[in-house]
């Protein structure tokens, strides 16, 4: 692996508020089973009401053909030839019942394709005789064919599906799309009013989060009463927590101001009154160092949101490399390509680099040369600028890697020359948070501590 290149943090997760959304929803997921159960509802109440309706349009429709049949055979019965050829003529305009000999070699689909079908025709078998052939389509002409006996001469009566009712299939689809749509709709509007509440909590949940409590506060006079409840307890958790904050605030304030008064007169005193340029050089030494460490503890506590703007990383990194340009014991090589913009404050960004190359020069030393060599390199993928600030030193162990960015943490190359107060990598991991990108530490494969930055490209 290129030990100067910034992989491990290309798979990294992004941070929350960058990540793409994935997997479903609570809206769609809430929508998708109300449609389901809606859907569900209408087909089965759609299938009972056919249940229910077939039985009694089935009787109904039979004793119809049964009586229609019945009376044309009555009046063909008692009609003589020229009589019955007027009263056929007849019956095919003005009620559209057409009556025809039955031939033997008649072809006819039976009507009983269907429950509905099998019911009328076992209805008028029942009626009109076991003999009764009740019939789809004769000879391939469509309708509702019955054939019936007169004597020993066989007759079909043709008359409309209609008699039966209108096609089912159509006015089942068309009942059924627009229970749906509405269902669908409604299901929509529940699922978004039971979410919206949520929504807002979710948003609060990660203003907070990022320190803006002001904008965290949700509605305490909501309809729903669990839904109130729980904005009451998120409101007063908010203020409790940006109480805690101020307090830490202030105290770390107060903390500094207190300090540095005794510490300015202790380096008055030092200069005046110390003859010997050794001790008075060390105490000064300790005084600055005093005052650094209140100065970290002071950046750790800073709670005011960065200003996230595009910002040059080459002209960063330039501005942090000459200002340790005049270090004996420290070489930075940096290696990056040109007009190299990332979405970060330009100023904490540049702490952040100094701090790490700080970081580097003062447990980075490899034993054998006392000099702290630094390579600085970054490139680009898809949407982010990734950057690598790596040593050659001898690294940390396993177990001590992950508890290098917890706060007042040093591992045992720093307790050595503890010139700190641990809190350097505390700050760069949550200043880089505060940006919106990742920070994570990694030992290289030849020797050496590698500091992995993530930040947004623009």
Known sequence: MDITSPAPLETAPAPLEMRPHRGVSLFWRTFFFLALLLFGSIVAWLQTFRALESEPRAIQSAQQLASLVNLSRAALRYSDAIARVSLIKTLAEEERVRITM???????????????????????KARLGTDTVVASSVNGEKGLWVGFNIDK??????????????????????????????????????????????????????????????ASLLDEKAATSEIREVNIG????????????QDR??????ISHDLRTPLARLRLETEMSVTDMDARAHMAADISQLDAIIDKFLDYARPDPAQLASVSLNAVVEAAVYAVADYDDLRVTVTMPDNLNVLADEIELLRVISNLIENARRYGKPPETGIALVDIAAKTRDQWVLIKVRDHGMGVSAETLPKLTRPFFRGDAARTSATGAGLGLAIVEKTIQRMGGIFGLANTSSGGLAAHIKLRRT
């Open 249 to 254: 605030v202030i105290m770390l304030a107060g």
């Open 234 to 245: 998120f409101n007063r958790m908010a203020e409790q927590l940006s109480k805690i904050e």
């Open 153 to 214: 001469d066989a007759f079909w009566l043709q008359t409309d599906l209609s008699r039966i009712g209108p096609s089912r299939g159509s006015t089942w689809v068309i009942w059924l799309i627009t229970a749906a749509a509405l269902s669908l709709a409604g299901a929509a509007f529940i699922a978004r009013l039971i979410n919206r509440p949520l929504k807002q909590l979710s948003f609060a949940a990660s203003r907070m989060r990022d320190g803006d409590f002001d």
């Open 102 to 124: 039955h031939e033997p070699k008649d072809r006819f689909d039976t009507f009983d394709s269907d429950d509905l079908g099998e019911r009328i025709t076992e209805e008028l």
